[in-house]
């Protein structure tokens, strides 16, 4: 399974490239925080070394001599100094065996020991200070007038940015925060662009499909106001287009009737078959035209829809229509599916498709699937000669008819298809017509639940 990094959606990009900056903003402002924090601590490590030592050494300084050994002995026992602190009275400095103190450590130890506050008549002579962070251990050690040093050897340990757990806790939560109101944000800035792409979408099932409002930001105001005059312009193309239509079909239908009467004196009665024949076929194709004109303009409501009733009455009107096919129009699938969409537009579009399969071959097949992901398909299957690659598709253009297989002597005016296909597009769905590999033709109709 490949893993898509870059997400195609608008929303999804927008918060994906949020949340990189603000991870990384965070990790910025995160790496500055623990240095400080870091520079914070040695400083008050180091002011506490310092002041622990000094008051160490003036401890031992102020006693008399002959009682220095227990005043470190008794500072030896002090609860505060029993994390590893050990004073010594010794000849020598303490910390021979550890390595020097860095320069930096050094400066800041000696600057924090000459802000400790003592006056200056008891401040020692000399100062030696030894260790450092990596073997975690630093003495510290003051000569005394007499020559002997004072020295106290306490633990180094490292610096820990991370030591406080509440910071931790709050900067966790800060960052969730952060992150659950971005993906508000872009969620709810990015909605519009989901909207314009439904109403483009509904437009295209339905040119009759209600405006956008035209609200929130200026942007936002000016696309959908923009869409929903372009809507109207291509509604008023349609309707002009529909209404042309059909009023050129109603119009031939007055001389259509005059050529039947005028048709009705002819002597040659071989003449008048052909000519009303010829009528009768203009006539139809004028009736489907009107049909056609109003399917493209009825504004049916949208109510719920038993699928599996609805194909099996358009079956038994069928069957009573040509009772010789009874036996060969048959329903397969569910009790019951239901739809939303518009009863009469429905049932003429599943009609022409059973019409369609019953005149050209033979017989009709309706096989019904239970829905799934939100969509339902229904198939209306025929076992006739099938239909040419080529002209699977242009099948659905208005008025064209296959000569070949479909010819004028079977009837038809080339309107069936287009008038399911653009009902069924109305209701957002579609019809597909194909090949069945033994023989026929399938028209797999699929429409949402």
């Known amino acids: 399974m490949q893993i898509r990094l870059w997400p195609r959606s608008l929303a999804a990009r927008t918060a994906l490239v949020l949340l990189a900056s603000l991870a990384l903003v965070q990790v910025a402002g995160l790496t500055i925080h623990a240095f400080d924090r870091m520079e914070l601590q040695r400083f008050a490590q180091t002011r506490d070394i310092a002041s622990r030592a000094m008051n160490n050494y003036r401890s031992v300084a102020l006693a008399l001599p002959e009682q220095r050994a227990a005043v470190v002995a008794e500072l030896n026992q002090r609860e505060d100094l029993r994390d590893g602190t050990a004073v010594v009275l010794d000849a020598s400095p303490p910390g021979a065996e550890l390595p020097p103190t860095p320069a930096p450590l050094m400066r800041e130890l000696r600057v924090s020991m000459q802000l400790v506050p003592m006056p200056q008549l008891q401040r020692p002579r000399e100062v030696v200070i030894r260790g450092d962070a990596e073997i975690a251990r630093i003495a510290l050690g003051m000569r005394l007038l007499d020559g002997r040093w004072v020295g106290t050897t306490m633990p180094l340990p490292p610096v820990r940015p991370w030591h406080s757990l509440n910071f931790l806790i709050s900067f966790v939560v800060m ?35 209600p405006p956008l409002p035209e609200t929130g930001p200026l942007e936002v105001a000016q696309a959908a106001a923009a869409f929903n005059t372009m809507a109207a312009r291509i509604r008023r193309f349609v309707q002009d287009r529909t209404f042309l239509l059909t009023a050129i079909g109603h119009d031939l239908r007055t001389p259509i009737t005059r050529l039947k009467l005028r048709a009705e004196f002819m002597e040659d009665d071989e003449q008048r078959r052909k000519m009303m024949l010829d009528l009768d076929e203009l006539e139809s194709m004028v009736a489907a035209t009107l049909a056609f004109g109003r399917d493209i303009a009825a504004d049916e409501p949208v109510s719920a829809v038993d699928l599996t009733e609805l194909a099996r009455t358009v079956l038994d009107e069928t069957a009573d229509a040509q009772p010789e096919m009874t036996e060969k129009l048959v329903y397969q699938g569910p009790d019951h599916v239901t739809v939303r969409a518009r009863p009469k537009s429905l049932k003429r579009a599943l009609t022409n498709l059973v019409a369609n399969a019953v005149k050209y071959g033979g017989n009709a097949r309706v096989v019904l699937a239970a829905p799934v992901n939100g969509s339902v398909m229904l198939l209306v299957e025929d076992d006739g000669p099938g239909v040419p690659p080529g002209e699977l598709e242009r099948v659905f253009q208005p008025f064209h008819r296959i000569e070949t297989s479909r010819n004028r002597e079977t009837g038809g005016t080339g309107l069936g298809l287009p008038i399911a296909r653009n009902i069924l597009r109305a209701h957002g769905g579609d019809v597909v017509l194909s090949n069945r590999p033994l023989g026929g033709v399938r028209a797999a109709v699929s429409l949402p639940v």
């Open 175 to 209: 960052t969730l925060a952060a992150a659950l109101l971005t993906l508000w944000a872009v969620r709810r800035l990015t909605a519009p662009v989901a909207t314009l792409a439904a109403a483009a979408e509904a437009l295209g099932r339905d040119v009759n499909a």
